[in-house]
C-alpha cells in the first residue's frame, strides 16, 4: 500500500523561505494526484492553502506557494512570519474517490 | 453564511455505535460532494469517506471499510456517518469536509466533533 509521505519537522528563520514536500512510499508525485495543502493550528479545523498544485485558495497570500519538484508536491512559504508556526498537511488523489493525507509536518520559526 | 457543523460525538464503548450527522447551509448541498476526515488525539488527517452530490457512490478508506457507512438526505442538508463495531483506534475528531472533485481538494472544513472509543 502506497503510503503519502511528509517531512516529520522542519525549522525556518524569521522572514526566510522553507519548501516541505509530500511524496509517495512506491513512485513520484505528479499534477495527476492533485496535491493540496492545508494548514492547522493546535485545536482548529484545518485550512485549505493550496489546491490543483499551485492555485492558492481564496484569501491566502502569495507568500505561499505550491509546486511539483523532483517527483514530490512542494509547498514553499517565502518570508515566514511567526504566526506561520504550525502543522502542515498535504493530500493527494489515491484514485477510486479516495484521498490519502500525508503525516503533516510541524513548521517552526525560530 | 457557507458553513457545515457537525454534531453527535461523544463516548462509546468499544463494539458500540454511533452516528455523526454534519448540517450544511449557505450553499446548494446537491451540488457537492462531502467527505468525512478524523484525526487521532496527537495524529495527522486521516480521510475515512466520501460520497457524491447525489449520493449514488461512496467511498471508504480500509481502516473503516465494513465498518462505517456514509448518507445523505439533501432535502436536509444533512452528512451522517453511521459508525458500528467501534474501535479504540476510531477515537479522533471528526471533521466534515467539502470536497471539489474537479480537483479532488477539500475547500469547507467545520470544526469537528469528538468520538471517544473507551471502555
Known amino acids: 500500500q502506497t503510503v503519502v509521505t511528509q517531512e516529520p519537522s522542519i525549522s525556518v528563520s524569521p522572514g526566510g523561505t522553507v519548501t516541505l514536500t509530500c511524496g509517495l512510499t512506491?513512485?513520484?508525485?505528479?499534477?495527476?494526484?492533485?496535491p493540496s495543502w492545508y494548514q492547522q493550528t493546535p485545536g482548529q479545523a484545518p485550512r485549505t492553502l493550496i489546491y490543483?498544485?499551485?492555485t492558492r485558495s481564496s484569501g491566502v497570500p502569495d507568500r505561499f506557494s505550491g509546486s511539483i519538484l523532483e517527483g514530490k508536491a512542494a509547498l514553499t512559504i517565502t518570508g515566514a512570519q511567526a504566526d506561520d508556526e504550525c502543522d502542515y498537511y498535504c493530500?493527494?488523489?489515491?484514485?477510486?474517490?479516495?484521498?490519502?493525507f500525508g503525516g503533516g509536518t510541524k513548521l517552526t520559526v525560530l | 453564511e457557507v458553513q457545515v457543523v457537525e454534531s453527535g460525538g461523544g463516548l462509546v464503548q468499544p463494539g458500540g455505535s454511533l452516528r455523526l450527522s454534519c448540517a450544511a447551509s449557505?450553499?446548494?448541498?446537491?451540488?457537492?460532494?462531502m467527505s468525512w476526515v478524523r484525526q487521532a488525539p496527537g495524529k495527522g488527517l486521516e480521510w475515512v469517506s466520501g460520497?457524491?452530490?447525489?449520493?449514488?457512490?461512496?467511498y471508504y478508506a480500509d481502516s473503516v471499510k465494513g465498518r462505517f457507512t456514509i448518507s445523505r438526505d439533501n432535502s436536509k442538508n444533512t452528512l451522517f456517518l453511521e459508525m458500528n463495531s467501534l474501535r479504540v483506534e476510531d477515537t479522533a475528531v471528526y471533521y466534515c469536509?467539502?470536497?471539489?472533485?474537479?480537483?479532488?481538494?477539500?475547500?469547507?472544513w467545520g470544526r469537528g466533533t469528538l468520538l471517544t472509543v473507551s471502555s
Open positions: 469536509a467539502r470536497n471539489l472533485i474537479s480537483y479532488w481538494y477539500f475547500d469547507l
Open positions: 449557505g450553499f446548494t448541498f446537491s451540488n457537492y460532494a
Open positions: 460520497i457524491s452530490g447525489g449520493g449514488g457512490a461512496t
Open positions: 512506491s513512485g513520484s508525485v505528479s499534477t495527476y494526484y492533485y
Open positions: 490543483n498544485t499551485n
Open positions: 493530500a493527494l488523489y489515491v484514485g477510486s474517490g479516495s484521498s490519502g
